[in-house]
């Protein structure tokens, strides 16, 4: 029974069992998710904060336990990953517009950064690449991607400062 919850967790409710491109599907469930949670629901920023932390507390010892008995300490249907480096630049989106947007530009905002975690996941840049490379365990598979949604936000940041010189 736990391990089959812990599948469930890891797997985001069997998501990554998806053979084609589990964490593309995983981070978008996430947009998906953040967004109905955000803009549907209304659910208070402070609740959707907790939520994220346990869930990031959590993966640490869910991944170690899926693991536990894989030669492979990264397979791919984990995606619990995915959701937490994908819910880093939509949360720091949110609290930091939350009273001036629009649902539309949410939606833009959505996909860019989508979009941005997604290829900064696939092409790894330093300091994505160390923790992938080097930490084979559930440290590596969740750091890299925590770095990776930070490397969203510094580009959605960077292209704030550029866009306030050229306008």
Avoid: W
């Amino acid at each position: 029974m736990i391990n089959t919850l812990n599948t469930l967790f890891v797997t985001m409710f069997g998501l990554g069992k998806i053979k084609f491109i589990p964490g593309t599907f995983g981070s978008l469930a996430t947009i998906i998710i953040l967004y109905i949670c955000f803009h549907i629901l209304e659910i208070n920023s402070g609740v959707i904060f907790l939520g994220l932390i346990l869930i990031f507390i959590y993966s640490f010892s869910a991944v170690t336990r899926h693991t536990k008995n894989n030669e492979n300490k990264d397979p791919g249907e984990i995606i619990i990953d995915e959701f937490i480096g994908q819910s880093i630049p939509i949360y720091l989106y949110e609290i930091s517009h939350a009273s001036n947007k629009e649902p539309d530009q949410a939606i833009i905002i959505y996909f860019v950064c989508f979009i941005l975690f997604r290829y900064f996941d696939i092409m790894k840049p330093f300091p994505v690449s160390y923790f992938d490379q080097k930490h084979k365990n559930s440290f590596g598979v969740i750091m890299d991607d925590v770095c990776a949604g930070f490397y969203v936000v510094l580009s959605l940041i960077c292209f704030m400062i550029l866009k306030s010189y050229i306008l």
